[in-house]
């Protein structure tokens, strides 16, 4: 699919994606409305970034809802090879198209690499919006929205402007959840991943991570547990794993971290998907 925009005369500022890894096509340097055009030849320049257009609604019969991964740069999937679609959620988006059609879903990319639950923007950089803030807006007002996958926190703990108090990372964490919920979507909880490695790593911001995944993983929040930390952690050491951002190898055998079908249960159940634990509560299915 092809989506053409135009704009006449000069642009003011536009909200943008500024990591996509697929570049857009300009019509630079001829300018001009280019819509009628079937060739593609006045596009002969490219720029790593999508202007405008943020959602594109799919209407069939092939899915009975969508999934959102809502998430910081590894959701967003900075690092994955660019132009070859191998960001996490297109794994996870692979995966589901397979389903029959009652456990069929769409995928909806909610990651901003750098993006954080209770900070906003630092200067100079485009981590869009708190989390929080962002939640109606990227889970609820998206069409169809059955589920939401939260996978964020470490940047919280690690970045500039930072906490490292856990339970104000859980409570961001639990207005996410009450937000989610009040709209009737499930949520899952994704743990934090490592990070000993960089720059950032001391004991104390990692006393906060584990904190966290430890509520995650036991508290009474989320619907399901995607242990993610377990997925990239060494098990001989569970605050060293695969440093830094990780690469295309990554994104796609943790797509399938996630679970094909959670059954409903009143109590606590254990699932294990590619040798990665999974914890559920009366989470039906993504």
Do not use: C
């Amino acid at each position: 699919m092809i989506v053409h925009t135009s704009v006449g005369g000069r642009a003011a500022r536009v909200r943008h994606r500024t990591q996509p890894r697929t570049a857009d096509l300009l019509s630079l340097p001829s300018p001009g409305d280019h819509s009628a055009e079937q060739s593609g030849k006045p596009y002969t320049s490219t720029v790593n970034s999508w202007f405008y257009v943020d959602g594109l609604d799919v209407l069939g019969h092939g899915a009975r809802g969508a999934v959102v991964t809502l998430g910081d740069s590894i959701t967003d999937s900075y690092g994955s090879t660019e132009g070859a679609n191998h960001r996490r959620p297109d794994f996870l988006t692979d995966r589901l198209r397979y389903q029959t059609p009652r456990g069929r879903l769409g995928v909806l990319n909610a990651g901003i690499s750098g993006n954080r639950i209770l900070f906003d923007n630092q200067p100079g950089y485009s981590f869009g919006p708190n989390a929080v803030s962002r939640t109606d807006r990227d889970v609820p007002a998206r069409s169809g929205t059955r589920t939401v996958v939260l996978f964020e926190g470490i940047n919280d703990i690690q970045q500039r402007q930072h906490q490292d108090d856990p339970n104000r990372i859980i409570a961001g964490m639990r207005r996410i959840v009450r937000k989610a919920h009040g709209a009737g979507t499930r949520v899952g909880g994704g743990t934090i991943t490592p990070f000993e490695g960089w720059s950032s790593y001391t004991p104390k911001p990692a006393a906060t991570r584990q904190a966290v995944n430890e509520w995650i993983r036991t508290g009474d929040a989320f619907d399901a547990v995607v242990d993610f930390d377990a997925a990239m952690r060494d098990p001989s050491d569970r605050n060293l794993g695969e440093t830094g951002v990780p690469t295309t190898s990554w994104y796609p055998p943790r797509a399938g971290t996630l679970p094909r079908k959670i059954t409903i249960s009143p109590l606590r159940t254990t699932y294990t998907t590619r040798g990665v634990e999974m914890t559920s509560r009366n989470f039906e299915s993504l």
